[in-house]
């Protein structure tokens, strides 16, 4: 008896040891990890705060919970125009950097390769099919050639009839829910409807009934919901536990696989309308075969094109109608410009909203203010390194402009937390002269890789807030008061409701 318990003291003891010499291994790897970091990695001279240069762990705990974009800025107005923000992660707010990283490789930069997509960020679940966010360069372009006449100025103007019945829809709800002012309305809500059905129908030749309904579709529910998961996983990834996440991934299928059982049902349909559609999505269709695009591929696309065509655009015209009810001096400038711009509510068209040079201004300001996508928008550094605003950084560095913080630095922008559309309307010189740098902003990205989209988001927020501002007075609820700092974001903004109180205008 006594020689098992021997035994099994010394079993114990063994399985001790093991277990004290791997804590001691992990801390040792951990130390040396930290130590590398801090004194011999290639970044080392880039400033930051020691805890960012010496672990990815705080910036993937600020992403997961919504801060992160905030917590960059204000690294920026302590550090300068490129800060650390991780131990091989650095973020810029120099203006050049946009082009640097970004931009097009023209004369002797041409064959260089370009500013790949981090696939930390990109490619956070495998073998999900490409699309046009995620495709290599060559495939990327082909997407762009094939989807880019349905985001040209000519193929708005077709499409204007088909834009005007969902805004006349929303203008007719509005009156029916508004209560002459008496009753609070969540505008955020209804700028996301208008825009979802009107991608719906420019995409899958069918509308998600939002309007018609006064409620999300499933589909925008899931969206929605996702936002969350999403900076949880590229979070997770960040530090290292991408196997895990495939394993979270698989657990939680059933949601994935409802979303996308919608998205297969809606592209079945529109692929199967006999009568070509000069919409957003027929480019794609027209080439198919040629391309040997996959009905999965086609699925991808379609969902893309859906979320950056309809969230992006909701939240701008979400966050310029909070700015505007904030400062009422600004609102009642642009009521006298859209009502002494117009006798009648048939006279504002794709074409007219153009010439209300303040709204057009408020809406870069708004954009300035309330960036649709706050930060991630994260390349890597091509092998060999490269210049990036005035400074080398070696290769495979992660490597972006946060819009949150280009958008709030005081070296680009004279008081940059205050409304002040004035700025846009000032030439790039006069602009300048004043301490604002215009070509920070830059809402829609630059380079290869900006976003198509942009004719279409100007044509609905022109549109849409010409209407209500023709249509109402509108006047900020109680309770949506610091509407924007009450709110978090993961890259995308985790909206909460906008409420307002509209009457109609009497005539």
Same mark, same amino acid.
């Given at each position: 008896?006594?020689?098992?318990?021997?035994?099994?003291?010394?079993?114990?003891s063994?399985v001790?040891?093991?277990?004290?010499?791997?804590?001691?291994?992990?801390?040792?790897?951990?130390?040396?990890?930290?130590?590398?970091?801090?004194?011999?990695h290639?970044? /080392?001279?880039?400033?930051?705060?020691?805890?960012?240069?010496?672990?990815?762990?705080?910036?993937?705990?600020?992403h997961?919970?919504?801060?992160?974009?905030?917590?960059?800025?204000?690294?920026?107005?302590?550090?300068?125009?490129?800060v /650390?923000?991780?131990?091989?992660?650095?973020?810029?707010?120099?203006?050049?950097?946009?082009?640097?990283?970004?931009?097009?490789?023209?004369?002797?930069?041409?064959?260089?390769?370009?500013?790949a997509?981090?696939?930390?960020?990109?490619?956070?679940?495998r073998?999900?099919p490409?699309?046009?966010i995620?495709?290599?360069?060559?495939?990327?372009?082909?997407?762009?050639?094939?989807?880019?006449?349905?985001?040209?100025?000519?193929?708005?103007?077709?499409?204007?009839?088909?834009?005007?019945?969902?805004?006349?829809?929303?203008?007719?709800?509005?009156?029916?829910?508004?209560?002459?002012?008496?009753?609070?309305?969540?505008?955020?809500?209804?700028?996301?409807?208008?825009?979802?059905?009107?991608?719906?129908?420019?995409?899958?030749?069918?509308?998600?009934?939002?309007?018609?309904?006064?409620?999300?579709?499933?589909?925008i529910?899931?969206?929605?919901?996702?936002?969350?998961?999403?900076?949880?996983?590229?979070?997770?990834?960040?530090?290292?536990?991408?196997?895990?996440?495939?394993?979270?991934?698989?657990?939680?299928?059933?949601?994935?696989?409802?979303?996308?059982?919608?998205t297969?049902?809606?592209?079945?349909?529109?692929?199967?309308?006999?009568?070509?559609?000069?919409?957003?999505?027929?480019?794609?269709?027209?080439?198919?075969?040629?391309?040997?695009?996959?009905?999965?591929?086609?699925?991808?696309?379609?969902?893309?094109?859906?979320?950056?065509?309809?969230?992006?655009?909701?939240?701008?015209?979400?966050?310029?109608?909070?700015?505007?009810l904030?400062?009422p001096e600004?609102?009642?400038?642009?009521?006298?410009?859209? /009502?002494?711009?117009?006798?009648?509510?048939?006279?504002?068209n794709?074409?007219?909203?153009?010439?209300?040079?303040?709204?057009?201004?408020?809406?870069?300001?708004?954009?300035?203010?309330?960036?649709?996508?706050?930060?991630?928008?994260?390349?890597?550094?091509?092998?060999?390194?490269?210049q990036?605003?005035?400074?080398?950084?070696?290769?495979?560095?992660?490597?972006?402009?946060?819009?949150?913080?280009?958008?709030?630095?005081?070296?680009?922008?004279?008081?940059?937390?205050?409304?002040?559309?004035?700025r846009?309307?000032?030439?790039?010189?006069?602009?300048?002269?004043?301490?604002?740098?215009?070509?920070?902003?830059?809402?829609?990205n630059?380079?290869p890789?900006?976003?198509?989209?942009?004719?279409?988001?100007?044509?609905?927020?022109?549109?849409?807030?010409?209407?209500?501002?023709?249509?109402?007075?509108?006047?900020?609820?109680?309770?949506?008061?610091?509407?924007?700092?009450?709110?978090?974001?993961?890259?995308?903004?985790?909206?909460?409701?906008l409420?307002?109180?509209?009457?109609?205008?009497?005539?």
């Amino acid at each position: 008896m006594s020689k098992i318990s021997e035994s099994l003291d010394a079993g114990t003891s063994n399985v001790a040891k093991y277990g004290i010499l791997a804590v001691t291994l992990i801390v040792a790897y951990q130390a040396y990890q930290i130590i590398y970091n801090l004194y011999f990695h290639p970044l /080392r001279n880039f400033p930051g705060p020691i805890h960012h240069r010496a672990s990815r762990l705080p910036w993937a705990i600020r992403h997961a919970t919504g801060s992160q974009a905030f917590h960059t800025q204000k690294l920026h107005d302590q550090y300068g125009s490129v800060v /650390r923000i991780g131990p091989n992660h650095l973020s810029f707010t120099d203006v050049r950097a946009w082009k640097d990283i970004y931009g097009h490789r023209v004369g002797s930069e041409s064959t260089m390769n370009e500013m790949a997509k981090a696939h930390t960020f990109n490619k956070t679940i495998r073998h999900v099919p490409t699309s046009i966010i995620n495709a290599d360069r060559e495939e990327h372009s082909r997407f762009r050639r094939a989807l880019s006449h349905g985001f040209s100025d000519s193929a708005m103007r077709q499409q204007e009839p088909m834009i005007s019945k969902y805004v006349d829809l929303l203008l007719k709800r509005l009156h029916e829910e508004c209560g002459d002012g008496k009753n609070k309305l969540n505008i955020e809500a209804w700028y996301n409807w208008t825009t979802f059905d009107i991608i719906g129908d420019l995409v899958f030749g069918q509308s998600f009934r939002c309007l018609e309904n006064i409620h999300y579709h499933p589909w925008i529910e899931f969206i929605f919901s996702s936002v969350r998961f999403g900076a949880v996983i590229v979070a997770m990834t960040y530090i290292g536990l991408s196997d895990l996440v495939q394993v979270i991934v698989r657990v939680s299928a059933n949601a994935v696989n409802r979303v996308q059982k919608y998205t297969e049902d809606m592209v079945k349909t529109r692929l199967a309308m006999e009568k070509e559609r000069d919409d957003l999505f027929e480019g794609l269709v027209k080439r198919r075969e040629d391309w040997g695009l996959s009905f999965e591929k086609l699925c991808a696309s379609a969902f893309i094109l859906v979320l950056a065509g309809s969230e992006t655009t909701a939240t701008t015209l979400s966050g310029a109608t909070f700015l505007l009810l904030a400062h009422p001096e600004i609102l009642e400038k642009l009521k006298h410009e859209v /009502r002494s711009s117009f006798k009648s509510v048939d006279e504002i068209n794709i074409n007219s909203v153009n010439k209300l040079s303040y709204m057009l201004a408020i809406l870069n300001e708004a954009l300035r203010l309330y960036p649709p996508v706050t930060s991630t928008l994260v390349r890597t550094v091509p092998p060999g390194g490269d210049q990036i605003a005035g400074r080398f950084v070696a290769g495979g560095t992660f490597v972006e402009v946060q819009h949150w913080a280009m958008n709030h630095s005081k070296e680009n922008w004279k008081d940059p937390w205050t409304f002040n559309p004035d700025r846009f309307l000032a030439t790039p010189e006069e602009a300048a002269k004043a301490g604002n740098k215009l070509d920070a902003l830059q809402s829609f990205n630059v380079g290869p890789r900006n976003c198509i989209g942009r004719n279409l988001a100007y044509t609905e927020m022109r549109l849409i807030l010409a209407r209500i501002i023709y249509d109402f007075d509108l006047e900020l609820s109680d309770e949506s008061q610091r509407w924007i700092e009450r709110q978090k974001s993961f890259a995308l903004w985790d909206r909460i409701p906008l409420y307002v109180h509209l009457t109609p205008v009497k005539r």
